[in-house]
């Protein structure tokens, strides 16, 4: 089995390629769905991001309010930090498990999407990456659609994270979204055929 890691920066389309994928029958394991997984209550992770941040990024059913979680980390390094070292061990054990399980299957290709993959140095998990990357402009407009920021707390959540420039030194194939979901569709589809002999429909 082939595992790519599928990245970019918030905002910049990665969910779109993702679902073009599985609607072709590739399978994504998504690491911001194993986050969400990892923190279903009750849970041990759970109780450590509550103990570390406090009540208040708890909904009323004890259910984590990732809304004012990402108030707090997006705006401060050292919390987003914690937060990290609190999660990041769960979402592991639960990507190796969804990849034995996908492996079982007799699955070829795996996409793993992660938004941090060059950030937090997880290439070793995968054999080839492909990287998003979109106009920081059309990123912003994005992020304040899709979680209702400001432009400012927009831009806030995505210098957080590494830059375009600095990815694409370290990817093995850039995919770029700066047109139409077609013309997205047949770079994607045309990379996927040199890269891992697969053809999308």
Do not use: W
């Not at 089995?1 to 029958?25: C, D, E, P, Q, Y």
């Amino acid at each position: 089995m082939i595992v790519i890691g599928l990245t970019g920066s918030i905002g910049s389309g990665k969910s779109t390629v993702a679902t073009m994928l599985r609607n072709s029958n590739i399978p994504v394991i998504d690491a911001d769905e194993l986050a969400r997984r990892a923190v279903i209550a009750p849970s041990a992770v759970l109780n450590m991001i509550n103990e570390r941040f406090g009540g208040e990024i708890l909904n009323a059913d004890k259910s984590l309010n990732r809304a004012a979680l990402g108030k707090i980390v997006f705006a401060n390094k050292e919390a987003l930090r914690d937060l990290e070292r609190i999660i990041h061990p769960a979402i592991e054990k639960l990507f190796y498990q969804e990849l034995e399980y996908l492996k079982n299957k007799n699955y070829p290709v795996v996409f793993y999407m992660v938004p941090l993959l060059f950030e937090k140095n997880l290439e070793k998990r995968v054999d080839k990456t492909l990287l998003v990357v979109a106009p920081e402009e059309a990123m912003i407009a994005r992020i304040q659609a899709r979680d209702g920021l400001s432009e400012h707390e927009a831009k806030l959540r995505l210098s957080s994270q590494m830059s375009n420039e600095e990815k694409i030194a370290r990817a093995d194939v850039v995919l770029e979204n700066n047109g139409t979901i077609d013309e997205l569709f047949l770079r994607l589809k045309l990379i996927c055929s040199r890269l891992c002999n697969l053809d999308l429909n």
